[in-house]
């Protein structure tokens, strides 16, 4: 099984609310991905977890807040947000030893701020 | 930090035409896998290839890492490989994957 799932498909807020999204895998991988995908651009790396520790944030404004509560669960926790922040956010995973790091990705979910 | 370019950047094929999609990269990489993006914004993984040439059914993907370079083709097009295709590397960190500009592929009937 090489599924990875997110929710919710859809998510529409207000820039003074507080949702979460939230991803989860059964692979038992133990590397965990946050991706930004803006229309008609390729997906931008976020944030990585290894061993359910933060190990790259890629400059990401306070107001993204990732967690890792196991290995097979990633949350994106978001506050604050601004309008230019609507965009897909996808989850992916892989293997961290060995030799193979294939990322295997989520079906996203699509934000729209308002 | 590395540059990944794939051209064309939008292509149109008629059903069952075939094509060739170029992904280059600036440095050397640790491996490259290609996805296609349906319409619904999944990625969808096809191959994961570091070197060499690798088949699945009407699709294939060649990597020659010595000179910085993968190709996908398609065979037999149907309107279902309509979508973006992204290849991505992996360099340095083996987390860290960049992704390509893609080509945006419109197959029709």
């Known amino acids: 099984d090489t599924e990875v799932t997110q929710t919710p498909k859809h998510l529409v807020m207000g820039m003074t609310n507080k949702k979460s999204l939230k991803c989860e895998q059964h692979m038992g991988h133990r590397a965990m991905y946050w991706y930004k995908q803006k229309a008609k651009k390729p997906p931008e790396l976020m944030f990585v977890?290894?061993?359910?520790?933060?190990?790259i944030n890629e400059s990401v404004p306070s107001r993204f807040s990732p967690e890792c509560p196991n290995s097979s669960l990633l949350n994106l926790h978001l506050h604050a947000l601004q309008p230019e922040d609507s965009a897909l956010y996808l989850c992916?995973?892989?293997?961290?030893?060995?030799?193979?790091?294939?990322?295997?990705f989520g079906p996203g979910t699509r934000l729209t701020v308002t | 930090g590395i540059q990944v370019e794939q051209s064309p950047p939008d292509l149109i094929l008629q059903e069952g035409a075939n094509s060739t999609l170029r992904c280059n990269f600036s440095?050397?990489?640790?491996?490259l896998q290609w996805f296609h993006q349906n319409p619904w914004g999944q990625l969808i993984n096809l191959f994961y290839?570091?070197?060499g040439t690798k088949q699945n059914g009407r699709l294939s993907a060649t990597t020659v890492a010595t000179e910085r370079y993968s190709l996908l083709y398609i065979s037999s097009s149907q309107t279902t490989d309509s979508g973006v295709y992204f290849c991505a590397v992996h360099t340095g960190t083996a987390s860290k994957l960049t992704f390509g500009t893609g080509t945006r592929l419109q197959v029709t009937l």
């Open positions: 440095d050397s990489v640790n491996n």
């Open positions: 290839i570091p070197s």
């Open positions: 977890y290894s061993y359910e520790k933060l190990s």
């Open positions: 992916a995973s892989s293997q961290i030893t060995g030799a193979r790091y294939e990322q295997y």
